[in-house]
């Protein structure tokens, strides 16, 4: 059997920083040390850093409901050293800063530099230009995004959301438009959904920016897993069923590749499903470590 890995496959170097910098954080200071949301949508990193000693928490305010109920209480309660907050990648809201601060975390920002700047797009923006933001509505990265964008937005994820948003653009009577995305969005989609919002808005006299906030690791990836996917009998994508840049990736290779097939890890492969396979591709998401990615090719070579 011949194995086409991607070269792209697992983490992007947004990932990379915040999983080592919260990994450097930990060793360094073992107490009080959290982390808003999951580091990245993979179970298995986000369980070895809890047994390191970082707590993963939804929001500030589930916090206090720890210092309340568990071993926590002591720690903190009793303590005077710093409580330490650790952002991610997908980045937080504005408000989420303030409320950090008010509860007194210091505040060890790895929201990715890519993440960082549509939230400065966003701002700049926000008076005088409708937004739309091309994403999932309920995404962490675009929670954060929209917390930039004022009052005068939409998020378009399909496009019978189109209708609507400019529905809602029409309404506000505001003559310019920027469109931007979450930075794991399909680029298929991105390109072809503006193209339709351009056509329908012509002659009305709107001011259209398009600003392509897609991050570059994830168009490569996308392409990369677009083109072994045109190879192989088989391509198997590798990544936390969460993980939106994974759906992603499974979705482009069930539209090229006849067979594909989505996994969190090498126990969830099915010998069976491949064993007649003579060109099988192997792709992984962003959150996805290099040794995940290994024990799954390791499985796959014994056959
Ligand atoms: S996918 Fe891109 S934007 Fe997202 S964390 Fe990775 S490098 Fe940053």
Do not use: W
Not at 71 to 90: D, G, P
Not at 149 to 178: Q, W
């Amino acid at each position: 059997m011949e194995i086409i890995v991607g070269k792209t496959a697992g983490f992007c170097y947004g990932v990379k920083r915040a999983v080592e910098g919260a990994e450097k954080e930990v060793e360094s200071n073992k107490k009080n040390i959290y982390c808003l949301g999951e580091i990245v949508h993979n179970k298995d990193v986000v369980k070895g850093l809890e047994n390191k000693g970082i707590e993963f928490i939804d929001d500030i305010d589930s916090y206090k409901n720890d210092i309340n109920t568990t071993k926590i209480k002591e720690t903190v309660k009793e303590s005077k050293e710093e409580k330490r907050l650790i952002i991610r990648a997908h980045g937080i809201p504005k408000e989420t800063y303030k409320k950090a601060k008010e509860n007194n975390f210091q505040i060890i920002d790895y929201t990715c530099p890519n993440v960082l700047k549509i939230h400065q797009i966003a701002e700049e923006k926000k008076d005088d230009h409708y937004i739309i933001l091309f994403g999932n509505i309920n995404h962490p990265e675009n929670i954060g995004t929209i917390s930039y964008c004022g009052k005068n937005y939409s998020i378009i994820e399909e496009k019978e959301d189109i209708e609507k948003a400019l529905k809602e653009l029409e309404k506000s009577s505001l003559k310019k438009l920027l469109i931007i995305s979450q930075t794991t969005y399909s680029i298929e989609k991105f390109k072809e959904y503006s193209k339709l919002i351009q056509e329908q808005l012509e002659n009305k006299n709107i001011e259209i920016e398009i600003r392509n906030t897609i991050c570059k690791a994830t168009e490569i990836r996308q392409k990369e897993t677009e083109d072994i996917s045109k190879k192989v009998e088989c391509m198997i994508i590798i990544g936390g069923k969460n993980s939106s840049n994974t759906k992603k990736l499974y979705e482009i290779a069930k539209k090229y590749c006849k067979r594909a097939i989505l996994i969190e890890n090498k126990d969830q492969i099915d010998l069976k499903e491949i064993e007649n396979v003579k060109k099988i591709g192997i792709m992984a998401g962003a959150s996805t470590p290099d040794e995940k990615i290994k024990e799954v090719i390791n499985i796959i070579e014994k056959i």
